[in-house]
């Protein structure tokens, strides 16, 4: 199982390389890494498992975050509309995207950053995915708002894309413009 000490923290020159594309169809190996990155979100947000082994509640998780330099994610959680998403994402790739921005008005976190960072985070307010999930099906995705940003700040990670690279440093707090907040979509 997963727990919190496998999880690895910035600084570590793997959250900053372009992850490798996995060989489908998924080898054994491969299969069951990213089915316990998917078991880990959702122990994450299961208050006794989180509770007896220390976890951090997360909703998404990308495999260099676990030191794999591979194109994979996991994602467990409800968007503001109360859709749900839960699913392991092979070679995720986003195909289409909106020229308007949308941003989460408090800005973000990391599962691997364990400090506060300040600022609005622009990301595509819908995007359009396609990868292939655990039953080795080709899944295409059409998402926005807040389920958008899940998927971004994850795919980010393959291509060695820390949250705060985002944030304007001139001005932190400026909402970007022709945008809407997640919140509010
Ligand atoms: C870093 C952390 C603050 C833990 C963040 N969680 C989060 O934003 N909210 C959250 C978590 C829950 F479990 C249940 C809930 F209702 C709300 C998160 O999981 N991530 C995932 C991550 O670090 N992936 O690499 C960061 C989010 C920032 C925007 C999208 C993902
Ligand atoms: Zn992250």
């Not at 496998?6 to 060989?23: C, F, H, S, T, Y």
């Not at 078991?39 to 994450?44: A, E, G, L, P, T």
């Not at 990670?157 to 509010?184: C, R, V, W």
Request: charged residues 30%; aromatic residues 6%.
């Amino acid at each position: 199982m997963i727990t919190m000490d496998q999880i690895v923290r910035e600084g570590d020159p793997v959250l900053r390389e372009k992850a490798k594309e996995v060989e489908l169809p998924a080898s054994t190996k491969d299969q069951e890494t990213l089915e316990e990155m998917l078991q880990f979100i959702k122990n994450s947000q299961n208050e006794e498992i989180a509770k007896k082994y220390d976890l951090r509640p997360g909703v998404g998780l990308a495999a260099p975050q676990i030191g794999l330099s591979k194109r994979m994610l996991a994602v467990h959680f409800t968007d503001f509309n109360d859709r749900e998403y839960s699913m392991g994402l092979f070679n995720p790739k986003i195909i289409s995207h909106s020229v308007e921005k949308t941003y989460l008005k408090g800005g973000e976190g990391c599962l691997s950053v364990d400090r506060d960072v300040p600022g609005i985070v622009p990301r595509y307010a819908r995007i359009t995915i396609k990868g292939t999930n655990l039953n080795d099906e080709e899944v295409k995705l059409r998402l926005k708002g807040y389920a958008a940003i899940v998927f971004q700040h994850e795919i980010d990670h393959l291509d060695g894309i820390m949250f705060y690279d985002h944030i304007n440093q001139n001005d932190p707090l400026h909402p970007p413009e022709n945008s809407t907040p997640a919140d509010e979509m």
